[in-house]
């Protein structure tokens, strides 16, 4: 169980166009999802935190208009990058929090996707 | 602000030795986690701790945590090549922000024969 999924893994792009990712909790209902971008050899960085059916959060300096997220769904979230550039390639990672029973009690954990590499030519 | 820190950032270490990667936290923390990420993949959970005093231990992995000090530790038990990768620690957020998780720089591991 906790299985997390993103689309693409892999995206390649022109300078100004915009890229959709998809992240998606397969086998459970996450209440949140978070977004994090990783640029080579250094730590994850959180971008939004998302809730279904609210707007979402986003960190210091990270640009709501250039990152759109939706949570449209309680197992489904989107960040579309807009007017990307080659400064945002990177490695976008989602994670989803749900309540998943374990030995009988709920708790509220983190699973993460696989990611999704951006490269923006 | 919430800070995490780790080190070494990068650990160099023979086949058979031990070592211990260090994680310190700045702020008071319900939970931390540790992570490993192998070259361009996302991140595998490794140990939840939940608790002052909480030991957990996978194969040659032996993570622990004491919250008075905000201090975790994840410990190498006679290292092996299969655990080259880069290995991160992540704490809780707390109040208004709690189930956002703060990451510590990463330590690179590789171990060599």
């Known amino acids: 169980g906790a299985v997390v999924s993103q689309h693409p893994s892999r995206v390649i792009c022109k300078s100004g166009t915009s890229v959709k990712i998809e992240c998606r909790s397969l086998d459970f209902q996450a209440t949140t999802m978070f977004w994090y971008r990783q640029f080579p050899k250094q730590s994850l960085m959180l971008m939004a935190t998302?809730?279904?059916?609210?707007?979402?959060?986003?960190e210091q300096g990270v640009e709501k208009d250039k990152f759109l997220i939706n949570h449209a769904s309680l197992t489904l979230s989107t960040l579309t990058v807009t007017s990307a550039h080659p400064e945002d390639s990177s490695f976008y990672i989602c994670?989803?929090?749900?309540?998943?029973?374990?030995?009988?009690?709920?708790?509220?954990?983190?699973?993460f996707g696989p990611g999704t590499r951006l490269t923006v030519l | 602000e919430l800070k995490v820190e780790q080190n070494p950032l990068f650990l160099s270490m023979q086949e058979g030795k031990n070592y211990t990667i260090y994680c310190n936290y700045s702020t008071t923390s319900d939970r931390l986690y540790w992570y490993r990420q192998d070259p361009g993949k996302s991140l595998e959970s490794l140990f939840v701790l939940l608790s002052n005093g909480a030991v957990k231990q996978e194969g040659r992995l032996m993570a622990s945590l004491d919250t008075k000090a905000r201090l975790s530790t994840l410990h190498i038990t006679a290292a092996v090549h299969d655990l080259s990768a880069t290995y991160f620690c992540?704490?809780?957020?707390?109040?208004?922000?709690?189930?956002?998780?703060?990451f510590g720089q990463g330590t690179i591991l590789t171990v060599h024969p």
């Open positions: 998302s809730n279904e059916g609210s707007k979402a959060t986003y």
């Open positions: 992540a704490v809780n957020a707390g109040g208004t922000s709690y189930g956002k998780l703060t």
């Open positions: 994670s989803a929090r749900g309540l998943l029973p374990l030995a009988g009690v709920s708790y509220n954990e983190q699973f």
